[in-house]
C-alpha cells in the first residue's frame, strides 16, 4: 500500500508538471507584478467563492488551510481534480472584445498517515499571466526616451506576455488534542515569463525597439495552519481557522533585454539590465469560521491579508532608464469571503435530499499600482452544487460544479467581467479498507 501512495504521488506530479507553464488569462492587467492571482481553493470550495480557511471536511481536500487535513477518513485516498473555462468580455470607453480560456487547475491527493496525521500532495497555480494587445500614439508621447529627432509620425507598441508560476506541495495535519489541529504545506515553487514590448515607427523613422522582461523562479514556499473546534450547542459546531504565509527573497534574477533595430539596414544593437534577488514572496495572514448547524448547513466568512507592499519589484527607471528594483510598486492585498453550503439530509436516499448547494461573495483590493494609482479590485459572486456519484459499491465519490461572475475595475482603466464554469471530480477510493471472504 506505501509503493501505490508513494506511486501515486510520483505520477501525479509528473503528470501536471507541465501546468505551471500554462496560461488561464487573457487580462491586460496580468503585465503588472507577477501576473494575476489565482483561486487556490478547490472545487468544493468555489461555490462558496473560496471560503475555506474555517471548513473541515473528511471528503474533500482543504489546500487553504492544511491544519484540515487531519479531518480525512482512515480508510480512504482522495484525488481531486479541477479544470475550468470561461468567457471575458474587456471595455475600455467605446472599445469591446471578449476572449475564452481553458485550463486544468490543480490535482490533489489526501490521505490518512497516521492516526490523527492526515497527508496531502498535489500542485496548484499560484499566478498567471498572459495577454496580446497594442495602442498607437504621437511618435514624441514616449519614443523620445529612446529616439531624437522627433516628427509627425506615429509608433505602435505591441505588448505580449505568457508564463506565470505554481507550487507542487507536500502537506500535513495532525489533531495533537481533541479539538485542536495544526498543520503546514511545504513547496517546490517554480514558474517564468516573458513580456514583450515591441515598438513600430513609422517610414521616415525606420527603427523597432523591442523590450523583452524576463525571469525564472526556482525556489520554496512553506504555509503554515491550525483549526480549533468545538461545539457551541447540542446542534451547532464553530471551527476556527487561521493561517501564515512564509515570505521570503526567491533568488531569482529579473532581465531586461532592449533591441534596437534600423529596418532600412538591418543593423541592430542589443542592451541587458539585470537585477539580482528581484522578487519576493510576501508574509501572509488569513483567519476565518465556520458554523455547522444540524450537519447540514455551513455559514462562515474569511479574511486574508498579503503584505506586499514590503516588496521591492524590477521597474524602468524614469529617469536614468535603468532596470532595477523599486519600492512602493506593490501594496497589501485584503480579501474578504462569505459562504454557504447546504445538504438538505446527507443519509437519505433521494438524489436532490445529498446534493450540496453552495452559494458565495468575495472582495479583494489589488496588490500593485498602475503608474500613480491603484490596480482593480475584485469582485466575485459564486453558485454551485455538489452532486453525489453512485456506483455498486461506493457512493462517496462527488462532482462538484460552480459558476462565477468575477468583476474587475479601476478608475478610468479597463474593465473585466469574467463568467467561469469550475469543474471538479473527487474521487474517495476504499483504499484502506480490509475485506473479508466468507
Same mark, same amino acid.
Given at each position: 500500500m506505501k509503493k501505490r501512495i508513494f506511486g501515486?504521488?510520483?505520477?501525479?506530479? #509528473? *503528470? $501536471?508538471?507541465?501546468?505551471?507553464?500554462?496560461?488561464?488569462?487573457?487580462?491586460?492587467?496580468?503585465?503588472? %507584478?507577477i501576473g494575476v492571482l489565482?483561486? !487556490?481553493?478547490?472545487? $468544493?470550495?468555489?461555490?462558496?467563492? %473560496?471560503?475555506?480557511?474555517?471548513v473541515r471536511d473528511s471528503k474533500h481536500p482543504n489546500v487553504t488551510n492544511p491544519a484540515s487535513y487531519s479531518a480525512v477518513d482512515s480508510l480512504t485516498m482522495l484525488f481531486d481534480l479541477g479544470l475550468s473555462g470561461q468567457i471575458t468580455s474587456f471595455k475600455e470607453g467605446d472599445t469591446k472584445r471578449n476572449a475564452k480560456t481553458a485550463d486544468f487547475d490543480y490535482a490533489v491527493g489526501m490521505f490518512r498517515l497516521l492516526p490523527k496525521v492526515g497527508a496531502c500532495f498535489g500542485i496548484i497555480p499560484y499566478s498567471n499571466i498572459g495577454y496580446n494587445f497594442y495602442d498607437s500614439q504621437w511618435i514624441g508621447e514616449r519614443a523620445s526616451d529612446y529616439f531624437s529627432g522627433i516628427g509627425d509620425n506615429y509608433y505602435t507598441n505591441s505588448y505580449t506576455g505568457s508564463g506565470g508560476f505554481s507550487q507542487a506541495f507536500l502537506g500535513f495535519g495532525w489533531e495533537f488534542v481533541k479539538g485542536l489541529s495544526i498543520g503546514a504545506n511545504i513547496s517546490y515553487f517554480w514558474g517564468k515569463y516573458e513580456k514583450t514590448v515591441i515598438s513600430t515607427f513609422s517610414d521616415s523613422y525606420a527603427n523597432t525597439l523591442t523590450r523583452t522582461y524576463s525571469a525564472n523562479?526556482?525556489? #520554496?514556499?512553506?504555509?503554515?495552519?491550525?483549526?480549533?473546534?468545538? +461545539?457551541?450547542? =447540542?446542534?451547532?459546531?464553530?471551527?476556527i481557522g487561521a493561517t501564515v504565509g512564509i515570505g521570503h527573497k526567491l533568488g531569482a534574477n529579473a532581465?531586461?533585454?532592449?533591441? +534596437?533595430?534600423?529596418?532600412?539596414?538591418?543593423?541592430?544593437?542589443? /542592451?541587458?539590465?539585470?537585477? *539580482?534577488? *528581484? $522578487?519576493?514572496?510576501?508574509?501572509? $495572514?488569513?483567519? %476565518? *469560521?465556520?458554523?455547522?448547524?444540524?450537519?447540514?448547513?455551513?455559514?462562515?466568512?474569511?479574511? !486574508?491579508? !498579503?503584505? #506586499?507592499?514590503? !516588496?521591492?519589484?524590477?521597474?524602468?527607471?524614469?529617469? /536614468? =532608464?535603468?532596470?532595477e528594483s523599486a519600492s512602493g510598486v506593490l501594496k497589501d492585498r485584503h480579501k474578504v469571503t462569505v459562504g454557504v453550503d447546504w445538504i438538505p439530509d446527507a443519509t437519505n436516499r433521494k438524489f436532490f435530499k445529498r446534493v450540496h448547494y453552495r452559494m458565495g461573495a468575495s472582495?479583494?483590493?489589488?496588490?500593485? =499600482?498602475?503608474? /500613480?494609482?491603484?490596480?482593480p479590485k475584485e469582485l466575485t459572486l459564486s453558485a454551485g452544487f455538489g452532486l453525489p456519484i453512485v456506483n455498486t459499491w461506493n457512493n462517496r465519490t462527488s462532482l462538484n460544479i460552480s459558476a462565477q461572475w468575477v468583476h474587475t475595475s479601476a478608475k478610468d482603466l479597463l474593465t473585466e467581467n469574467t463568467f467561469r464554469i469550475n469543474i471538479g471530480l473527487t474521487f474517495n477510493e476504499r483504499w484502506f479498507a480490509k475485506w473479508k471472504v466468507d
Open positions: 501515486s504521488v510520483l505520477a501525479g506530479i #509528473w *503528470a $501536471f508538471s507541465a501546468m505551471g507553464q500554462i496560461s488561464n488569462t487573457l487580462s491586460p492587467y496580468s503585465q503588472y %507584478g489565482a483561486d !487556490q481553493s478547490q472545487s $468544493f470550495s468555489r461555490g462558496m467563492a %473560496g471560503l475555506s480557511l474555517g523562479v526556482n525556489s #520554496w514556499k512553506l504555509d503554515l495552519g491550525a483549526q480549533w473546534w468545538t +461545539n457551541i450547542t =447540542k446542534q451547532d459546531r464553530l471551527t532581465n531586461m533585454d532592449v533591441v +534596437n533595430t534600423n529596418t532600412n539596414t538591418s543593423v541592430s544593437s542589443t /542592451t541587458r539590465d539585470s537585477v *539580482a534577488n *528581484a $522578487f519576493s514572496l510576501p508574509y501572509s $495572514f488569513g483567519i %476565518g *469560521a465556520t458554523v455547522l448547524h444540524k450537519n447540514s448547513l455551513t455559514i462562515g466568512a474569511d479574511y !486574508q491579508l !498579503q503584505l #506586499w507592499s514590503k !516588496q521591492n519589484f524590477p521597474m524602468v527607471n524614469s529617469v /536614468t =532608464k535603468h532596470y472582495y479583494a483590493t489589488p496588490y500593485y =499600482k498602475i503608474g /500613480t494609482h491603484d490596480g
